[in-house]
């Protein structure tokens, strides 16, 4: 957890000093724009002084021309009457009488709508616009000549606009970190630097809109992918107020190579970073969690050698206790079992009372076999065991321990199968190891109802014999499991609660171990595993 929290501190702060780093370069890259675009703004507004200057001295120059030829003639030689003034193209005075003078390159088609235009425009000092754009002419009416409408060529009058626009300043920004400087509206591309490439559209291209949002002279900059003509561009967009009143983006484009790499380099080091980061994570997660195993199966072995030592101590208590038990118990037992064999053998009694006397010593017989039995499975808990191993063929050794139960489960309508697999001979006592499945198996058949199946599945592997008893049985719940295995413990009518304990014991003897495992209603397995070769 600690080396955890001490990564993710350092990858935090890391990454805290990559971005401090890239915003670093990136304002030196708004700066720049935001000079470039100081600079557009400045020429732009001059340009716009210096065209409504032109304007103004073209309008005044006109209406003065206008002033001094008066109303035009009602006859005579228009080329000689034009060719007074220098570029004059149209003279007309419209009156009570009519229109009469000079229409110049007007066809007859459109002039009166080039007088009523001009008549009717907002200021006929100066019209510039409509149909005296298109036939290429600016006009003028002077209110001091009313009437009166002169017209002069306005190629002279585009030619200076073209020069002290933005068209021309533009012209000149290029350089080698310097892109291109645009200036763009919705409708198109108003002036630009020399080549500025393929650039989006503005119904293509929703920053452009929002850059002619408020507030006035706010700058956003973004960092485009490269293409097929340049590398990768740092763009700064920015609105510029026209001379008319209207407003435009001023898109300025520079270079990004070094700040595409410089963060290129960033992202590397820090992915190498918490590469390394997560591997040491890792690398301490695994170690903590070797050492927490390590630790589980230091405490799981010590509590089984604090068990195997209790067990110790147990089962040699026991021993002492089984032999006073079985010196004070079976020599009145073996008198026990003479006077039966002599009252069966040797007295006499009525007919009548024959068949009764019988069956009394039959259960005297009985019950000394069931006292001997429970006496020799007590001494057998509590003596200290010598196992004599011997390697056997793991199937003949199963064949002879389950024979005599074979025909035990066929006369009580039960079924015993057993499998062997596997290949090589096993090292065990092969008469405990008889006494652990005999009453393992004797158990499960007990457990079974009439019909029911007893299997027995043993396999054989490189390091492990194992033997399993499955049964059909009405199974046990866990805490009947845990009983089980408790001497003394038993739900048969006739059990002395010996024989699991016994099973397990000798199955531990042999370095192995014995496992029940049950469910109520679906049966109970139990599991013997031993070293195949006999290793305790």
Known sequence: MVVGALALALGVTTRVEQDRQIESVRALYEADAALIGLLVRESAQQAARATDLVYSMTAGGLLDVADLLGPAPADGDCEAALARVPGLRVWVTRDASGLRGCFGPVPEARRRALIDEVASADDPGFVDQGLARELGLFCSSPSRSPGTIVCRARAGLDRLRREVGLGPLLSGLKGAALLYVVLQDATGLLASSPHPGILSAWHDDPALAAALEPPAGRLSSRLLASGPERGPVFETLGSLELGDGSRAVVRIGQDASQLAELRARIELRHLVMVAVLAAAVALSLALAWVLARAQRRRREHLAELQRREDDHRHWQALGQLAATVAHEVRN??????????????????????????????????????????????????????VLERQPHDPRELVRQVLAPFVLRARGDQKSLVSTVTGEGDVVVDRRRFGQV???????????????????????????????????????????????????????????????LPLARRLAEAHGGSLELASTPGRGTTATVRLPRLGGA
């Open 332 to 385: 009145p037992l073996n008198a026990i079992g003479m006077a039966l064999q002599r009252l069966r053998n040797e007295f006499q009694v009525a007919e009548a009372e024959r068949g009764e006397f019988a069956e009394l010593v039959q259960v005297a017989v009985d019950s000394a076999d069931r006292v001997e039995r429970v006496v020799s499975e007590f001494l057998d808990l509590g003596r200290p065991l």
């Open 437 to 499: 499945l005999a009453n393992l198996v004797a158990n499960a058949l007990e457990a079974v109802p009439s019909g029911g199946t007893v299997r027995v599945e043993a396999s054989v592997d490189e390091r492990t014999f194992t033997v399993g008893v499955v049964d059909d049985g009405p199974g046990m719940d866990e805490a009947a499991v845990a009983r089980a295995v408790t001497p003394f413990v038993t739900s048969k009518a006739t059990g002395t609660g010996l024989g």
